[in-house]
Structure formats: C-alpha cells, structure tokens
C-alpha cells in the first residue's frame, strides 16, 4: 500500500508542477487577447504577456523545485534527540 500511496503523491506533484508553469502564461496570452479585442491595446500587449507569463512560469517551477528538494533533505535528515520514539 506504500509504494500505491507514494506513486499519486508523485502524479499529483506532476499536476501541481504542470499547473503551475502552464497557467501563467495562458492566463496572462489570454487577458492580452481580451485587451486588443475590447480596448484596442496593440499587439505589444501579447508579447509582453509572453514576456511575463514565460517569466512566472519559471519563477514558479524553480520555487516548486526548491520546496520539493528543502522536504526531501528535511526528510533524509537524521532524526534530531527530541525526534526519537
């Protein structure tokens, strides 16, 4: 039952990693299409949504990234004195 737990937590840290790089971009490549098409912002407003969302995108894989590595060294540490049963 371990390994059956340990797999979907990994498919679930796939999904997580996934939303949270493909999200930003999309979001943001949308609301410039909505301002062009509404408002009539030129087309400097979709390059600086990729600019932007490609920017996010990055910056929330590297802090996904870092989170998973700092619980994997928390969790290969050897127990502390008060950590002991």
């Known amino acids: 039952m371990r390994n059956g737990a340990k797999i979907l937590r990994m498919l679930t840290l796939i999904g997580q990693l996934g939303l949270s790089v493909a999200a930003p971009p999309l979001l943001l490549i949308w609301l410039a299409h909505l301002a062009e098409t509404r408002w009539g912002v030129g087309p400097w407003a979709t390059v600086a949504a990729i600019v932007v969302g490609l ?5 929330g894989a590297y802090n996904f ?8 060294q928390k ?9 002991h049963t």
């Open 75 to 83: 969790d290969d540490a050897p127990p502390g004195f008060n950590d």
């Open 55 to 59: 920017i996010s995108a990055g910056c």
């Open 65 to 72: 990234a870092k989170r998973i590595m700092a619980k994997q």
